[in-house]
């Protein structure tokens, strides 16, 4: 890389403007120059819709509330430099309720101040003048459309965001990582940001087995149909995939139609068998890829591979796949409670800014006296916290017993 470049990351738990820069100690330099200092958008969306007494998650709902609404409203975007406020939507809102204005009109109160936020973060951060001078266009559509899947094994039906449940054509992209739940992070698993934001976390809840979870993936996958993927797998990570694990220049580019056929040959570019990665062990038992990376059909240079590419320290261990029905009911708990690896906060590295709070489905995580607590008893290993946590401050331990 020799020049800057400016990127945007919006998924379930980020809003960020991140600066890229050509390092000579690092690969990247990534630095993070705006985006959402309190609320994400789907977070102000949700809160707004439970006021209005809407069906969580709230964005279909509140779309079609705020469609009716046929008036002019007037809203302002609360910004600092290139970062924006969102909370202040939720007590704007709140004080229209508390007055007696329609449901309707707090509804596109609501998402007109997000857009509103979304416009000057992308003014601010140079996006909008990148988009005039390349005609890209920018998305302002925080809402969600449900999709059926009538031919889904396990999820029939998925809530999609707007920009992808009306495109004509899915241009994927995706980088290469190491996964913890999944195994690997590539052309399937990068479908999981077409989920909206806080509807994310209700699926690791839904699917808390490993090999359940990468079926709801394929199905998702299914639905989204993508048309082509392309995997940017100049620098990919690897050890704790996907958000605490090292970068590792491995300098190539992937393009495929098919992204079962493409996480099996990423497979095989880890230096790793099929059966070893769960996701695509899922894939194959379906029928939708070959068994081996030998089946599938390569152009361009030739593949290469990396056999030392590490994978994450403690992975979810799906032993309750492997029991015979009748007996998983009484085996699962145990087997849940000692042998899988269980998140584990740094208290030392810990500041107390609750993403991993927002994020647990489980709702089992508080901050006390500015640390993470995690009740454990709760805990349904889904490891959303070790993903969202911006400073790498929970680790993913493997049981004792594991060990021995
Ligand atoms: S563990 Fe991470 S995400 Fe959670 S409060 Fe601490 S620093 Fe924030
Ligand atoms: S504590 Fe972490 S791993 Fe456990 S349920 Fe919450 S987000 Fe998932």
């Known amino acids: 890389m020799e020049r800057p470049f400016l990127a945007f990351h919006l998924s379930g738990g980020t809003t960020d403007a991140l600066l890229v820069t050509p390092s000579e100690d690092a690969p990247l330099n990534i630095r993070q120059v705006g985006g959402s ?11 707004v819709g439970l006021l209005l007494g809407l069906h969580f998650p709230c964005g279909p709902e509140l779309t079609a509330l705020a469609l009716q609404w ?34 309707e009109e707090i ?31 920018l998305n302002y559509d925080t809402g969600s459309t449900h999709v059926p899947n009538p031919e889904g094994e396990l999820c029939k039906a998925f809530d999609l965001i707007n920009p992808i449940a009306g495109a004509d054509f899915i241009i994927s992209i995706c980088k ?19 989920i909206p934001g806080l509807t994310k976390p209700e699926f690791h809840w839904r699917y808390p087995q490993e090999r359940d979870f990468c079926g709801m993936l394929l199905d998702l996958c299914g639905t989204v149909k993508p048309g082509i993927t392309f995997v940017d797998a100049v620098v990919s990570m690897e050890g704790d995939g996907p958000s605490s694990g090292d970068l590792r220049q491995t300098d190539m580019t992937l393009c495929a ?22 996701l695509v062990d899922c894939a194959r038992e379906r029928g939708l890829c070959p ?12 593949l290469r591979t ?18 015979p029905r009748p007996l998983r009911g009484i085996c699962e708990p145990i087997i849940r409670r000692y042998l899988t690896p269980r998140p584990k906060v740094l208290k030392n590295k810990c500041v107390g800014c609750g993403k991993c709070a927002e994020s647990c489905p489980a709702h089992t995580i508080a901050i006390v006296d500015r640390k993470a ?16 946590c911006p400073i790498h401050a929970i680790q993913v331990k493997r049981s004792r017993l594991l060990k021995l």
């Open 107 to 137: 509804a596109r109160v609501c998402l007109e101040s997000i857009r509103a936020a979304l416009e000057g973060i992308y003014k601010a951060s140079g996006m909008e003048e990148v988009a005039r001078r390349t005609g890209a266009v």
């Open 37 to 47: 200092l309190d609320l994400k958008a789907g977070q102000a969306v949700d809160r």
């Open 306 to 323: 990396f056999a030392d590419f590490r994978m994450p320290r403690s992975r979810t261990v799906d032993f309750v796949s492997s029991i």
């Open 373 to 388: 607590c995690i009740d454990r008893s709760k805990c349904i290993r889904c490891y959303c916290c070790h993903e969202m």
């Open 70 to 103: 046929k008036e002019p409203v007037r809203v302002r975007a609360t910004l600092k430099g290139s970062s924006c406020c969102l909370s202040g939507i939720e007590n704007q809102c709140r004080k229209l309720l508390a007055e007696g204005h329609p449901r």
């Open 176 to 194: 290469l990582k190491s996964h913890c739940m999944t195994g690997l992070s590539g052309g399937v698993k990068n479908l999981f940001g077409c």
């Open 291 to 302: 068994s081996s990376a030998d089946g599938v059909e390569l152009c361009g240079d030739p």
């Open 257 to 278: 139609t098919n992204p079962y056929e493409l996480d099996l040959v990423l497979t095989k570019v880890i230096g790793r068998q099929p059966e070893d990665i769960p």
